[in-house]
C-alpha cells in the first residue's frame, strides 16, 4: 500500500493532493483527494478512482462500488455536485466520486472533513478484504492500469498549473512525477501517447488543451444505483 500526498500553504490559497494506492498483485481502485482553497471558495475532487473502465468492465464495477453506494447517497446533498464538467475529467472517476466547490465555512469544511474519513475508510476497508492475486497476466494488466492512470495524472492533474504558479514549472513536474506520481517512472515504459494517443499532435507532442473531446456535464452523471446516464454533447 502506497501513499503520496502533497500539502502547499501559501496564504492566502491552500492545496492538497493526495493519492493511495496498493501493489500491482491487487486490483484496488486508487484513493484520490484533491483541494485547492481561498478565503472565496474551496474546490474539491475526492474519490475512489476505478483501476478499470466501470462503463465496461461490469464485474469490477459490481466488485468495487456496488455497496458504497450509500456514501455518496450521504453526501451528494450535503457537498453538491460542482457543475460543468468534462468526459475528459471523467475519465477515471467512479459512481461515488464528489466534485464540489463551496463557500469555505466551518460547517462546510466539517462536511468535507466527514467526508474523507468515510471514504478513506471505504478505501481501507477495501484492502483488509482484498485477495492477492496469484495469476501473472492479471498482475501484469494491474500494474498497466496503475502505470495509465499515473501518466494521465502525471500529465492532465488538475492541480498542475496552480502548482507551477506557487513553486515554478521545473519544481512543480518533479513535484508531481517524482513524488506524488513518482510509479510513472517504475511502473511501466508506455508514454502519455501511447495510452491516449488522441492527445498526438502532427508534430508528435502532446496537445496541452484540455476538455479537447467528449461530452460536458453539468449535473451528475450517474443515478443512484451508480448507472451512468450520460449528459448533454459539450459546447
Not at 466539517?110 to 478505501?123: E, G, I, P, R, T
Not at 492500469?145 to 492541480?159: F, I, S
Request: proline letters at 6%; aromatic letters at 14%; charged letters at 25%.
Amino acid at each position: 500500500m502506497i501513499h503520496k500526498a502533497i500539502l502547499i500553504m501559501h496564504m492566502p490559497m491552500q492545496v492538497l493532493d493526495f493519492a493511495a494506492f496498493s501493489e500491482p498483485e491487487y486490483d484496488l481502485p486508487i484513493f484520490c483527494a484533491n483541494a485547492f482553497t481561498t478565503p472565496a471558495q474551496s474546490i474539491v475532487v475526492l474519490d475512489l478512482n476505478p483501476l478499470y473502465d466501470i462503463t465496461e468492465d461490469r464485474d469490477y464495477k459490481d466488485k468495487y462500488y456496488r455497496n458504497l453506494m450509500p456514501l455518496i447517497q450521504k453526501y451528494s446533498e450535503l457537498l453538491p455536485w460542482g457543475g460543468k464538467i468534462t468526459s475528459e475529467s471523467l475519465r477515471f472517476f467512479s459512481p461515488i466520486v464528489i466534485w464540489t466547490i463551496f463557500e469555505p465555512t466551518e460547517r462546510n469544511h466539517h462536511v468535507l472533513y466527514s467526508a474523507l474519513m468515510d471514504y478513506y475508510k471505504a478505501w481501507l476497508q477495501l484492502t483488509d478484504q482484498a485477495a492477492e492475486e496469484n495469476d501473472k497476466t492479471k498482475v501484469v494488466r494491474n500494474r498497466e492500469a496503475q502505470h495509465r492512470y499515473l501518466t494521465w495524472r502525471a500529465e492532465k492533474d488538475p492541480g498542475f498549473p496552480l502548482l507551477k504558479k506557487l513553486i515554478g514549472e521545473s519544481y512543480a513536474k518533479d513535484l508531481v512525477t517524482e513524488f506524488l506520481f513518482e510509479g510513472v517512472h517504475s511502473l511501466g515504459s508506455k508514454s502519455f501517447l501511447d495510452y491516449f494517443p488522441e492527445y498526438a499532435r502532427d508534430d508528435g507532442t502532446v496537445n496541452k488543451k484540455r476538455s479537447m473531446i467528449g461530452k460536458s456535464f453539468e449535473a451528475r452523471p450517474w443515478d443512484a444505483t451508480g448507472e451512468f446516464i450520460g449528459g448533454k454533447d459539450a459546447e
